[in-house]
């Protein structure tokens, strides 16, 4: 229970508010969460600031584990970032994906990304922030066609291990990539991770599930992120078919007595 987190990208229809944020912080909390991961919180945008966000999650006597925020403020406003996160006692950045700029899909993109991302990744270091990056499905993309090397491979093996990998297991398994075996492969660089479920629905195929509603092994998969020395498993469910809080309620409850 103590490693389940909220993906607050899950519930961000219920953050435009000061109010909103208020309320669905204590939501998250009763339901027992202990942490989330601050990502499109539009009120955290416009209405408040970090220390006050921070004393939000102190009332909810919730920790804030990891953040998602853009390559540009990263790269640009380092300083300013880095005085973000000690305001929110948060240890753990991560970004989405490489910006577009570097081009999604190719190999030489991510290695100039690389390149250009280590002064700050060190410098985040130096102040007690680790770097993240989100994966999607796109990076499984092979390299070329005639290798079996993907763009999450150059990550893994040219990122160095201070590039840390917020593994989202769903877009893994989408992918056709064994999650299990991929948190194996990534033990030590995986601190924080993603997870949602993979459901078949009669018309619609598959949709994103909570968790123990679909199809993703999950009995071999957790205990990969054991021994993987995942510290924390955040919940992110991009689209709910229902009300998300329920949602939420539903992984926890499939989750705390399975880890």
């Known amino acids: 229970m103590t490693k389940l987190a909220v993906q607050l990208y899950t519930l961000r229809d219920h953050l435009t508010t000061t109010a909103d944020v208020v309320s669905s912080l204590k939501r998250v909390s009763e339901i027992g969460y202990r942490a989330v991961q601050v990502s499109a919180v539009k009120a955290f945008e416009t209405e408040f600031d970090a220390p006050t966000l921070r004393k939000m999650l102190d009332d909810n006597d919730l920790k804030c584990i990891a953040t998602h925020r853009s390559w540009d403020r990263l790269s640009q406003n380092t300083d300013e970032e880095i005085a973000l996160h000690h305001a929110l006692g948060c240890d753990y ?55 079996p090397q993907t763009l999450w491979d150059i990550l893994i093996e040219e990122g160095g291990p201070d590039y840390y990998l917020e593994a989202d297991l769903y877009w893994i398994w989408h992918a056709g990539v064994d999650p299990a075996a991929m948190m194996r492969r ?22 994103i599930a909570a968790i123990g509603e679909g199809n993703l092994p999950w009995e071999t998969i957790l205990p990969a992120c054991e021994e993987s020395g995942v510290d924390w498993y955040a919940i992110e469910q991009d689209t709910c078919r229902r009300d998300p809080f329920d949602c939420l309620r539903s992984s926890f409850e499939y989750l705390k007595t399975r880890l």
């Not at 280590?118 to 007690?128: C, D, F, N, S």
């Open 93 to 147: 950045v991560a970004i989405g994906g490489i910006p577009q700029s570097y081009g999604a899909d190719h190999a030489d993109g991510y290695r100039r990304f690389i390149a250009d991302a280590r002064p700050v990744i060190e410098k985040l270091k130096a102040a007690g922030i680790r770097f993240g990056h989100h994966n999607h499905s796109h990076e499984f993309v092979r390299v070329t066609p005639e290798s």
């Open 186 to 207: 990534c033990k030590g660089r995986v601190p924080v991770i993603h997870l949602k479920d993979k459901e078949v629905v009669p018309k619609d195929g598959p949709v």
